[in-house]
């Protein structure tokens, strides 16, 4: 069952590699298509995939670990991201936070629940200052956010999540 399992996993990062030729140059798109794929890079695929480009592990690694939109640990289902620049935070962004680490029981040390369904990580600078202060849900923009507001919407998406169980 486990080789089932793992030959699904590394028949998908297959297709990848084939999709960019098995070039070395194409590491960064692959490794993103990856993540893409997996929500994070799991180290096994990251050496799957440097046996396949002929690349040291060390080397992958090093590319994964150097930029800072590759992760290394699992990601939720729905990564939030809150804003934490200037005009954010000085609207609220950081009360924001913090009621979605109380309502999810997570931390700056945990940013991911236990079910992996949620991901909250502060980020210097959405873009978006005019509707501050501003998160994100999967890269979908909510401005203006309160912290009851965000709370509301993770409510929204527990209770979409449990529709379609």
Do not use: W
């Not at 140059?25 to 050496?47: A, C, F, G, N």
């Not at 931390?107 to 978006?128: I, N, Q, R, W």
Request: negative net charge; glycine residues 6%; charged residues 25%.
């Amino acid at each position: 069952m486990e080789t089932d399992t793992k030959l699904r996993k590394f028949g998908r990062v297959c297709e990848i590699v084939d999709k960019y030729d098995r070039n070395p140059s194409k590491l960064i798109p692959i490794l993103q298509e990856v993540q893409k794929e997996y929500r994070y890079l799991p180290e096994e695929v990251m050496t799957y995939v440097a046996t396949c480009l002929d690349m040291s592990p060390a080397r992958v690694y090093g590319v994964a670990s150097f930029y800072a939109n590759f992760a290394l640990e699992p990601k939720g289902k729905y990564v939030v991201h809150i804003c934490d620049g200037t005009a954010c935070h000085v609207k609220g962004s950081g009360a924001i936070k913090e009621a979605l680490y109380k309502k999810l029981k997570l931390s700056g040390d945990k940013p991911t629940t236990d079910d992996l369904m949620f991901t909250v990580e502060a980020v210097s600078c959405l873009g978006a200052c005019g509707l501050a202060p501003v998160m994100t849900v999967n890269e979908k923009v909510h401005g203006q956010m309160t912290a009851e507001s965000a709370e509301a919407l993770i409510d929204d998406i527990l209770a979409e999540e449990a529709d379609n169980a």
